[in-house]
């Protein structure tokens, strides 16, 4: 699978990696070798088989809808590159 | 004077409860060791010093008042992927810069419940990505094994510890601690214990809860323990396994106590030799490493089986669709906003772009990008669907095999420790370290590494038990006789604390 430069671009857009023409150039064959490699899975045929979902089957766990923790807003803050009132501080993002 | 640091985690647990030494005594042995080798081999990203005294001096009450946990007083160091309450946390990532959690792991917190002692933060690779420990954002961890050269004098050159648990193996094999806490997501608790000489073992899937542990893919992502002897080991899985309401995936089930299972030996024990696992080009002291273990075995009671696990070969490729597609989506939690660094552009996602592109690292970038590729518009049928149905089909060759052996016995790694560089060039290379490992988190099985030998240069072997899900006992049991058989690899030479 060739992966060309236009679709690295593309793909470091989707992810919000910015990424230098020299890093776009080199990403283009180190995509395209693992995406090589990884092709190998082709060779299996899989059309009769489930995908795993879990390792070991267990049922989903249900607990009741209740608020179990809150009033902490300082601690959800306290990392927070900038913030005010216990707000987060973004850049615009409405113009 | 006894180096207290020379102990075992039974040994300094036994210790303590004769009052031989204090806790603080322990604790103090241990902090000295650090400040004289992490210049040298760089295994602790954060050192905390006043936190393991104070724990230490609560242990020392408690001890005295004969109220003491199962592991009172004894010093562990914990991976920095494990949050810790108010001491930073970083994955190791510049992108999490000077994060400080306000939680606890709970693996980490079942360990402080039960009275150990925190001496730091270890290294690891970025994010947990990587076989060498090359992609810290701290630096390379150093090997304290050195090569052993042609004129039996040990060369200089620097060995890799393993990755991504490299500061855990590195701090336990130096002596740094008891004992460590690790993560493994296709090898990274048993490719650094196989290259360091210690034991480390990678539960089954929801054994252990992944609450406050950060996230690299999330359905392969297990703790477990780093530590000296099997015993050790026994101990310390028994602590840091629970179950979590908090992870909806960790198992209600009990735990046993398998420290209790260790003595009772192999006799009648069904071994399966997976012939997939005689890889090209394997080193013939990789097969004999393999072929004293199967004799080992076989001298202790157990029977031999050749086994077929037919699609062992499609886990690795597998793998490398599976981690970088979940890593793709964990990591899109780092957008500069919330927490960690955040470099200002000209609009919002440029600000988003550049953030991620100066705060992750090369490896996490190229995996972020895998994983972007696979999952994205019109590929996921092709690539991560498959991957999965792949890995149904890696899960059957085993639940087929359970049906003629109780446990199986391989190779940890393809070859002994090698030099910084030596495959960071290559990804592909370097993903091949986990071709034996990879198999049982794709399966979600519990796998163990037990020292076994050492390689030609001189540096440990490992060899590499896998079992039932949840049979954890049936490992520690079959260990201790690999570890009986092969003795205890201690590293030779404490070069780094000369000078």
Known sequence: MHVDEATVRRIARLARIKISDAEAKSLEAELSNILDWVAQLDEVDTSAVEPMTRVVAQAMKMRDDVVADGEIADLVTANAPSSEDNFFVVPKVVE | ?499
């Open chain 2, 1 to 499: 004077m006894t180096d207290l640091t020379k102990f075992s985690l039974a040994e300094a647990r036994d210790g303590l409860a004769k009052k031989s030494f204090s806790a603080r005594e322990l604790t103090d042995a241990f902090i000295t060791a650090i400040e004289a080798s992490n210049g040298a081999l760089n295994a602790y990203v954060l050192p905390t010093p006043e936190h393991a005294r104070a724990q230490a001096a609560e242990s020392d009450k408690r001890i005295a008042a004969g109220t003491a946990r199962a592991l009172e007083g004894l010093p562990l160091g914990n991976k920095d992927l494990f949050a810790t309450k108010g001491i930073r946390t970083t994955a190791c990532s510049k992108i999490l810069d000077d994060f400080k959690p306000p939680y606890e792991s709970t693996v980490g917190q079942n360990l402080w419940d039960a009275g150990a002692v925190m001496l730091g933060k270890l290294n690891n690779d970025e994010f947990a990505m990587g076989s060498s420990n090359e992609t810290s954002a701290f630096g390379n961890v150093v090997s304290p094994w050195r090569r052993l050269g042609r004129d039996g004098k040990r060369s200089t050159d620097k060995l890799v510890p393993g990755g991504s648990s490299g500061g855990s193996s590195a701090a336990v094999s130096a002596n740094l601690c008891l004992a460590a806490t690790a993560t493994d997501t296709g090898g990274s608790i048993r490719q650094p214990a196989a290259l360091t000489g210690t034991v480390g073992i990678k539960p089954t899937y929801g054994r252990c809860s992944r609450w406050g542990i950060v996230a690299f893919a999330s359905s392969l992502d297990q703790a477990g323990p780093i530590t000296k002897t099997v015993r050790d080991a026994a101990i310390m899985l028994k602590a840091m396994a629970s179950h979590d309401p908090k992870d909806t995936t960790s198992v209600d089930a009990p735990v046993p106590d398998y420290e209790a299972a260790l003595g009772k030996g192999v006799k009648g024990l069904r071994v399966g030799i997976p012939k997939e696992y005689r890889v090209d080009g394997m080193s013939a002291e990789i097969q004999k490493l393999w072929d004293d273990g199967i004799a080992w075995l076989k001298a202790a009671g157990a029977t031999i089986h050749d086994i077929s696990l037919p699609h062992t070969k499609y886990a690795l490729p597998a793998y490398y669709i599976v981690a970088p597609a979940e890593a793709s989506s964990n990591l899109a939690r780092y957008d500069g906003m919330r927490y960690g660094m955040r470099v200002t552009g000209s609009n919002l996602t440029d600000t988003y772009e550049l953030t991620r592109a100066a705060g992750f690292g090369r490896e996490v970038r190229r995996r972020i990008l895998i994983g972007t590729y696979v999952l994205s518009a019109g590929y996921y049928d092709a690539y991560y669907l498959k991957a999965q149905k792949v890995r149904t089909l890696i899960k059957r060759d085993f639940d087929e095999a359970w049906n003629f052996v109780d446990v199986v016995l391989t190779p940890t790694t393809p070859s002994p420790a090698f030099a910084f560089g030596e495959k960071s060039g290559d990804p592909l290379a370097m993903y091949l370290e986990d071709i034996f490992t990879v198999t049982v988190n794709m399966a979600g099985l519990p796998g163990m590494s037990v020292p076994a030998g050492l390689s030609s240069q001189g540096t440990p072997l490992g060899l590499q038990l896998i079992g039932k899900p949840f049979d954890e006992t049936t490992l520690f049991q079959t260990a201790q006789v690999i570890e009986d058989a092969a003795g205890r690899f201690p590293v030779p030479d404490r070069w780094w604390m000369k000078g």
